[in-house]
């Protein structure tokens, strides 16, 4: 999904041939399509086969005319992207913070520390390590339940598969915690976990926010969204499926600050949840890339691929002001990753989503992956089965979910 919101980006704007994906695997948004051309290496997606292969795909490019920008549309490519930087940077243009820092803001751990150092709400938060859990001490809860649990190392998450697996837990006693946190480490993870106070509220209190930070550590576009639906399947949990835009400066202020005094470089993005209690957004994490749902950013006028080129091809972004996105509610549209109906049936019925409701009957509504100037039969086909699948997974896993994770 988030390979084909950028090809379509570049797309949109520059036209031309289909940009290279190289990948472990291919999924659906890619297939049969003219914008992105898909090389499978098996094992790509971790050291050594990434780098040798990287090396393999440099000498390709080594004199290539234009500036080669490379683009992580996953967690685990934009740590080896990082972490091979200095070597990658010989040939590609390479928008990703330094490795040190990335790993510091990559672990949710760090993050908290880092987040609390420059003044960004979060949850409160207790740190569970396999340590604790062998020798069974200091594991109790320190608040009430509901209480959030997930992995601090998104990466090594990804090897990780059992029975129940999810993005995200919530339990609701100690017997449900402890049992969570067992299976969790006896399938083979090693690192920490987080505990937090779980905010209450449904998917409708949860934000998200694409920012794009040129390569003079200036913020230059910020864009808010409002998620009205996630997708309940256990292994897509935190997975938005419909976004409106939305406009807010104080949280822009404070991210924009938060970003500078990172010196962060490149596209990152922010999961956050309002909690009523204190009014203020809690920041969950910050993932150093373009969201999964980024299109949303696209969609409503703000070209993440442009912002790249400005930024190392052409070379003047540095001298455009700061975009502080969705202000005039006339340009805004609906980013939508499933059906109508399955909005319709399934979002809770709160002021967003009867603006989405607006936006739809006025058909200012989109898709990442149906695209007008890439069809074709058997995509078609294929993404409108995929698309009428969410009808089986929601009608079986929404209910069941309702109210637990986020």
């Known amino acids: 999904m988030n390979v084909y919101g950028m090809a379509r980006a570049f797309h949109e704007v520059y036209g031309g041939g289909a940009v290279q994906a190289y990948a472990s695997a291919q999924l659906a948004p890619t297939r049969f399509t003219k914008i992105v051309n898909v090389t499978i290496n098996p094992g790509f997606s971790e050291d050594p086969v990434f780098i040798e292969k990287m090396r393999e795909i440099a000498k390709v490019y080594e004199n290539h005319e234009e500036p080669v920008i490379l683009i992580s549309c996953g967690d685990g490519y934009a740590e080896l992207i ?186 990152a993005n922010f999961d956050m949840k309002y909690d009523s209690r204190d009014q203020t957004f809690k920041f969950f994490e910050i993932n150093l890339r373009q969201g999964r749902s980024s299109f949303f950013v696209t969609l409503n006028g703000y070209n993440l691929a442009q912002y790249l080129v400005e930024d190392y091809v052409e070379g003047d972004l540095d001298n455009k002001p700061t975009v502080y996105a969705n202000k005039n509610k006339a340009q805004h549209k609906l980013w939508l990753g499933v059906p109508i109906k399955v909005l319709r049936k399934y979002a809770a019925d709160n002021e967003a989503s009867r603006y989405a409701e607006e936006l739809i009957k006025q058909e200012r509504t989109g898709t990442t992956v149906f695209y007008d100037k890439d069809k074709s039969f058997k995509r078609w086909m294929l993404l409108t089965y995929m698309f009428h699948n969410y009808v089986k997974r929601f009608d079986k896993y929404f209910e069941a979910n309702k109210g637990r994770d986020f």
């Open 82 to 267: 990082s972490k091979h930087k200095e070597e990658l940077s010989k040939t590609f243009v390479c928008p990703y913070v330094d490795y040190d820092l990335l790993k510091s803001l990559n672990d949710k751990e760090n993050f908290y520390k880092i987040a609390d150092e420059h003044n960004l709400p979060h949850p409160k938060t207790k740190i569970i390590t396999k340590k604790m859990y062998q020798d069974k001490v200091d594991m109790e809860v320190p608040f009430s339940y509901p209480a959030a649990l997930k992995p601090a190392n998104s990466v090594e998450w990804l090897d990780i598969h059992f029975e129940g697996r999810k993005k995200a837990f919530t339990v609701h006693s100690d017997e449900e915690f402890n049992n969570t946190v067992a299976k969790i480490y006896d399938n083979g993870y090693t690192s920490d976990l987080i505990l937090q106070d779980f905010i209450p509220g449904d998917d409708s209190n949860m934000r998200v926010l694409n920012a794009y930070v040129d390569s003079n550590h200036h913020v230059k576009m910020m864009c808010l969204g409002h998620p009205i639906l996630e997708d309940p399947t256990p292994q897509s949990i935190g997975n938005y499926v419909a976004i409106v835009p939305e406009f807010n400066q104080d949280v822009y202020d404070q991210v924009q600050k938060f970003l500078e005094d990172m010196e962060f470089t490149g596209f």
